[in-house]
Nanobody, 133 residues
Framework: EVQLVESGGGLVQAGGSLRLSCAASGFTFGDYVIGWYRQAPGKEREEVSCISSSNGATYYRDSVKGRFTISRDNAKNTVYLQMNSLNPEDTAVYYC??????????????????????????WGKGTLVTVSS
């Protein structure tokens, strides 16, 4: 059974930091792109960051560049999202997702196509991040 379990969410003040973790099982972790996505109340889900299976390529949405860092430990089947300089606009449920790494561009897998995240096959249940002002 494929499982993606997020952890590390919580309440933090603006300017603070959190590190999210995504623990994966039930599939060949090293063959998959892993991404972080978020959905704020009343808004659509959006991609935050993705990391390729083996070559370290990464993708970040513009609003988190320079503040968030994605990394993965293939030995531990875990992906991390270090989030610094958080602001209230980062408040959302954060999900991790996994997709087979087949595309030449990490962005092509990470971003939506036709309004759907077709590059991602498996999703976690999410962890809530709340940033107070």
């Amino acid at each position: 059974e494929v499982q993606l379990v997020e952890s590390g969410g919580g309440l933090v003040q603006a300017g603070g930091s959190l590190r999210l973790s995504c623990a994966a099982s039930g599939f060949t972790f090293g063959d998959y792109v892993i991404g972080w996505y978020r959905q704020a109340p009343g808004k659509e889900r959006e991609e935050v960051s993705c990391i390729s299976s083996s070559n370290g390529a990464t993708y970040y949405r513009d609003s988190v560049k320079g503040r968030f860092t994605i990394s993965r430990d293939n030995a531990k089947n875990t992906v991390y999202l270090q989030m610094n300089s958080l602001n209230p606009e980062d408040t959302a449920v954060y999900y991790c997702a996994a997709g087979v790494d087949y595309a030449p561009s990490i962005g092509a897998l990470c971003r939506p196509f036709g309004g759907q995240y077709v590059g991602m096959d498996h999703w976690g249940k999410g962890t809530l991040v709340t940033v107070s002002s």
